[in-house]
């Protein structure tokens, strides 16, 4: 019933399961078939394959599966379908078609050439050893003539963005051109801007010892240069099961693509995930960007690869998103600081890293703090919006907040009233 496209078709299969509209009802192998009499003269032909699971029937619906092959799914899986000897014709006239387009499509994709790829890959390597190793000496430059006189505006580092993007290190490129958000943006300046040269600086020497390095260290280097991973090589992983908890949803429209960052947690696991869905538009279509903070969906996810592991995509479901009741137990400030420190223990350029801490907001005269009443406080940064609502939530109380946490504060998400989930 997972696989219904909605509601409707969900009751219409269950009242149409088992009804005396079926008749040549069998299964032989992974075929079901059976014939279920409809508006017309002919009865509608239905048939589904386990294996895929995959379905068709003669039948003008468009929606998919439709409710004749629910109700015959629902049928077989009561028991009420006849085992058979072999398919009837129309069934397998059905499944040789699948297979012979399967095959077609087999034939027709092309054969990787190793070498070839090989090849390839020695060209990139050594095309981004170039680029980091020009870095390297602009970043000299930088410190030897002197910070306050290089800084050069929001720009100050276009040039050699664009030759790393030349070079194919892409992530190094969008670090780059963060660093204009740097450059003469409050008092301690100099010394933001110079820790991020150090950074990376500390990249640009591990991807020259990149071979050397742990697995999981070595795949978050080529991540941060910007090596992609491709989706179904990720997919293809071990996959992590658990009924992960929608714990915030932040849109990053500045960004050359507007991207969705989605936050989940394992229940069972209490393991955080992040989730990226990117839309030149802006309007975050696909299914994944729909899910929606105080939701939970049981699923399997799939980590690209990274020490520590974060981002993720979504596997098999089992079901849909539904609502959930507030995360039980969240941490405290102290235990917030613990985990960030044990992640950029382990991959020192990491921007953030998600939160779920209990605490109080409270203003001050220098901006919001979230206090821990047995500990310390952290700055809020809640970029465009302000923290009056988290404070109403609150009512002067330790709230459970969920937000990303970065060197400059916690930037809040979400806050539970009780179990009700509100987006900030």
Avoid: N
Wanted: charge should be neutral; aromatic fraction near 6%.
């Amino acid at each position: 019933m997972a696989l219904a496209p909605d509601v409707a078709s969900h009751r219409a299969a269950a009242r149409l399961a088992g009804s005396a509209q079926w008749s040549g009802t069998g299964a032989a192998g992974e075929l079901v078939w059976g014939l279920c009499a409809g508006s017309g003269q002919r009865p509608y032909q239905v048939i589904a394959d386990m294996s895929g699971p995959a379905y068709t029937c003669s039948c003008p619906s468009r929606k998919f599966p439709c409710k004749h092959a629910l109700a015959l799914l629902l049928s077989w899986a009561a028991g009420t379908v006849p085992d058979a000897a072999e398919p009837a014709g129309f069934a397998a006239s059905w499944a040789a078609d699948r297979a012979a387009r399967a095959a077609r499509q087999r034939s027709a994709e092309p054969v990787r050439d190793e070498q070839a790829a090989a090849r390839r890959a020695e060209q990139r390597a050594s095309r981004v050893a170039a680029g980091l190793a020009e870095l390297d000496l602009w970043l000299r430059d930088q410190v030897r003539a002197g910070l306050p006189a290089t800084s050069g505006g929001y720009r100050h580092a276009e040039q050699v963005a664009a030759r790393m993007v030349d070079a194919q290190a892409g992530g190094v490129a969008a670090t780059l051109r963060s660093l204009g958000g740097i450059s003469g943006t409050g008092p301690d300046w100099p010394g933001r801007l110079l820790a991020a040269y150090a950074r990376l600086h500390l990249l640009i020497r591990a991807f020259g010892q990149l071979e050397t390095l742990p697995p999981g260290l070595a795949a978050a280097v080529r991540a941060h240069v910007g090596y992609p991973v491709p989706r179904q090589d990720v997919l293809a992983g071990p996959a992590v099961s658990d009924r992960w908890l929608v714990l915030g949803v932040r849109d990053v429209l500045d960004g050359q693509v507007p991207a969705r960052r989605i936050l989940l947690r394992g229940r069972d696991t209490a393991r955080f995930a992040l989730l990226l869905a990117f839309d030149p538009m802006g309007r975050f279509a696909e299914p994944d960007a729909a899910l929606r903070p105080g939701t939970a969906l049981d699923a399997d996810l799939h980590f690209y690869p990274g020490e520590p592991a974060l981002r993720a995509l979504i596997g098999q479901r089992r079901g849909g998103a539904e609502p959930a009741p507030a995360p039980r137990r969240p941490g405290g400030i102290t235990a917030l600081l613990d985990d960030w420190a044990a992640a950029l223990a382990r991959d020192p350029w990491l921007s953030g890293w998600p939160a779920l801490v209990s605490g109080i907001p409270v203003p001050q005269a220098d901006g919001w703090r979230l206090a821990d009443p047995a500990g310390p406080a952290i700055p809020l940064v809640p970029g465009e919006a302000d923290c009056w609502p988290l404070l109403a939530i609150s009512g002067g109380a330790p709230v459970t907040v969920a937000g990303e946490w970065s060197p400059a504060g916690l930037r809040p998400l979400t806050a539970w009233h009780g179990d009700l989930a509100v987006p900030l």
